[in-house]
């Protein structure tokens, strides 16, 4: 179950371009379980109309102060009242002044200040507008009064112009969503993790790899980020964008990939080793492109280091997580890499199932036993990965494993 499962929210739509992806938000939202109401400014109503939120959410769209359809009236109070959250998803930058002002002339500013629950604006406008002075101001202001700003970002404008002011895609402004309502299980911790596949050079353009899609670990990335961890990801090649939050560093090989994890440790509570890491690697790497002569060729190859075992075998050694996947006994398999590696809790998964899926089947094991997670997304995995961990982490913090 996500952070958004039965929750209350009130989306506030301004005017601006970006009010089209105000209608997926709706659709995004209302997907991870959100009941989502609908107000509109005068603005907001000019470029999408109350006909395709409402069919989108499924509850009646509200814009006016004075709606009858409130039998005592006070639709300003009536609609945040028991709201989780309110988002304003676009805000624009006059709509920004007037929240700022503490303006109360239409529905939607009303009942920003009528609320008791919290207030999250997703701003979108020219970057003129953004970058001018006044509206810094009113953005400094709306930060010291609790108010939590998620983006913009850099981009095209619908202007035509290119820079900051862009609002976020849906999807991003979802994750910020999901990401302020879970609870910050990881503060104050810091994750070093590993994720993708790795690539060993065997000239300058082949190499040895994995089917890796590093989709598990960048999901638990993010996981470890919105539980308010420190995360530094490091990470093999994948074709995926970093999670919001997380600090990243691309590697090639294996090797790379150890000396970044041992430079990034110090300080860490946890280390995560999701990387399919190759197990072997060409002893040499020819330094020019090897011609083919029409006769069979080999390749030596040499073991690369275990780098979840060479953390977890440290005297000051974090917190350490590790995966297997298998193509049988897994219970088997899993357990033994477990106790072998030393390492407190471990992720089992059968190959057949998670390999570059959206959907992945796990089990968790620890000292305590096993643990099966029901089939789900991975980013609903990972949640759940990293709510056992946070659970696991104080007993951890008595001494090393
Ligand atoms: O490859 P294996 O099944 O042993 O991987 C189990 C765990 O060990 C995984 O978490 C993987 O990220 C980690 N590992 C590693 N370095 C290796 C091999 C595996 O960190 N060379």
Known sequence: MNE?????????????????????????????????HVVLTAGGARFVTAVTYQALSGNPVWSDLWDARMDNNMA??????????VLVAPASADFLARLAQGRSDDLLSTLCLARDCPLLVAPAMNRQMWEHPATRRNVHTLMGDGVSVVGPAAGDQACGE???????EPEEVLD????????????????????????????????????????????????????GAEVTLVS??????????????GVQSALQMRSVVLQSLPGADVFIGVAAVADYRPLLTAEHK??????????????????????????????????????????????????????????????????????????????????????????????????????????AAAGPH
Request: proline content about 7%; glycine content about 10%; overall charge positive.
């Open 290 to 395: 090897i011609k083919k002569s029409g006769e069979t060729m080999s390749i030596e190859l040499t073991p690369n280091p275990d780098i979840l075992a060479e953390v977890a075998a440290r005297p000051d050694a974090p917190f350490c997580v590790g995966f297997a996947a298998e193509s049988r006994e897994l219970d088997a398999y899993a357990e033994g890499k477990r106790r072998n590696k030393k390492l407190p809790m471990l992720v089992g998964n059968l190959v057949a199932d998670a390999l570059g899926g959206d959907d992945n089947t796990v089990i968790l094991y620890d000292d305590a036993g096993r643990h099966p997670l029901p089939r789900a997304p991975k980013q609903e995995i990972a949640r759940q990965i990293v709510e056992h961990l946070a659970k696991l982490l104080p007993a």
């Open 76 to 85: 300003h109070i009536d609609l945040s009242r028991d709201a989780d959250a």
């Open 162 to 168: 290119v820079g900051m002011g862009r609002m976020l």
């Open 4 to 36: 958004l499962q039965g929750r209350k929210l009130v989306l506030g739509v301004t005017g601006g371009v970006a009010a089209y992806k105000a209608a997926e938000l709706v659709r995004l939202l209302g997907k991870a379980g959100a009941d989502v």
């Open 176 to 227: 910020a969503v999901i990401a302020f309502f879970t609870p910050k299980r990881l503060a104050g911790r810091k994750v070093v993790m590993t994720a993708g596949p790795t690539f060993e050079a065997i000239d300058p353009v082949r190499g040895i790899t994995n089917t890796s899609s590093g989709k598990m670990g960048y999901a638990i990335a993010a996981a470890c980020a919105c539980a």
């Open 236 to 249: 093999g090649p994948v074709a995926l964008p970093v999670p919001a939050g997380v600090r990243h560093i």
